[in-house]
């Protein structure tokens, strides 16, 4: 019912999807596997972080929070004999609970109060995680990091694959919660918060799960992202710039619109590796196209389509 | 320190107080004019320490005395980006400026990267790595000095903000915008002035937080964190406040590092931030 009058655009999904999943079995080169990879997880963070900031009004900058405990979870639950895939789905749940504990103190805050309170959560993780070892192991010394074990025989195609479903999974997700009661309540709060309240809309309940279930997939997009890494360290997992390429891919693409993360996050990975050799410049470089494109096309790449009215815009629209 | 008494972290503390909220006050002004949590004034203070320490390290000027360049290039750059680059961004939606600093940010980060690499840098001048003496107990002076800085601008700030017509101005386009347009005011004008002050500030807070820590192109992001935590206990733009919130951090830092060890200190402050965010969110001493 949902795509009712858009079978085409499905049929034409359903096709890219199955060329994206079959690359690794016809031998496709190793590097666009990479590309690709890095892409489907990119996707399904930037997608959430889409609904977070775009559609629920909340500018989380917390998500590296949520894919490094997911990712630790995963990970120190290997040394103690759980196996990759149950510490994969407990990683996303870990991530949703996390979510939920911290919503009692980041939930009272709004607007830029909320921002920079969600700021100050990695931040924070990143020292518990530098000072704290769970499990034991041979590697001795703060912030060491841990490997995942016991992924040996576990093959390359099947982690790109894993990618691939959260990617379509949350693409999916989305569709399902913009056109369900909690998108039309989500909608209705961005419109006017104070009239979707006096409408009987639980706002804080409606952001509540919305921020939940954003946590859980960023877990598991995270999970899978550490299952390919083999290890995780506190550092680079509770970085900003993840939330920096999040941010960008989905700013780039369009806020607040459905296609827009991903044409957004398919420019965030070429220019990743278009720019990876120049190191510092690479960053740099991303920061001027993020403030660039905020004051010249605050709606992205979709807006600029939209406004110069190419017939490609008006196929793709939202709803 | 040497001593083990509680003396030695309470005075530490109220001093590391004094250069948190000397990091804060730029932060607090815009916040408190603008409604902006403006996420790279971490790294346009250590923007500052770079700058100063440019000036220490090749015209061989005195840090404090280099402040007659720092503060005055600092002062300009701030007035340009609100007036080219955040200014812009309000005219779009709220959110925007806030996505437009976190952008400077990064490119401030990385621009401190590639110019000045990522090795840990400090303002070592002759006099701040002496100690002063109280009893048998021996004080860093870079501290004494943060602390001393951090009073005089706030003591400036406040005097500025209550005394002057351009201060009593941006009190007024914080206070309630539209009254003070209609009030002959022109806000946007006044923003610009606002954002430039705080970056002075900034430029005070560089200089003396180079002085007392070493510092990296990351550093930025640590020390916003510190200036958010204390102008979210100090309330809304508020000086006194924010002086006092400063302190609060600090000796929770130097106690906890007494009583908890020293790893665990920053890690302290933090979750002190979100508890308190959790329990009273718009500071303890605010609203």
Redesign the interface.
Known sequence: MIFSKREPLLIFAGFVALILASLPVVGAPESWLVYLFLFFIYLAMANMWNLL?GYA?L?S?CQPAFLGLAGYAMTVGTWVGIPWWIGLIGGGIVAAVFALA?S???F??S???F???T???P??LR??FY?WRPVGGQMHG?GAGYMVKGIGDLSGDVIYWLALVVALSSVVLMRLILRSELGLGLAAIRDNERSAASSGINIFKLKLYTFIIAAAVTGLAGGVFYLNQGYVEPTATFN?KW??TL?LAT?MGGLRTEEGPILGTIVVVVLYFLLARYG?????I???I??GI??LS?QGIIGLLRRLHLPAAGRVRGF | MGSVDVFTPVLMGIMLGGLYALIALGLSLVFGVMRLINLAHGDLVILSSYISYAIFTYLAVDPILGLVITIPFMLLLGFLIQKYILGRGFAISSETPLIIAFGISLVLQNLNQILWTPLSRGLNTSYSHMSFFIGERQFPVSYLLAFLAGIVVMVGLRAFLTRTYMGRAITAASQDKRAAQLMGINTNRIYGYAFAIAMGAAAVAGVFLGMTFPFTPTSGISFLTIAFGTVVIGGLGSMLGTFLAGIILGLSQTLGGYLFGSASQMLIVYVLVLAILAIRPHGLLGR
């Open positions: 900031a009004g500018i900058l911290i009692t103190a980041v009272r805050l607007g830029v109060y921002a920079i309170g700021l100050v959560v931040e924070a020292m518990v000072l703060a900003v939330t920096m941010l700013v510092g410049y690479s960053f740099l991303q920061g001027l993020l403030i905020m004051l605050p």
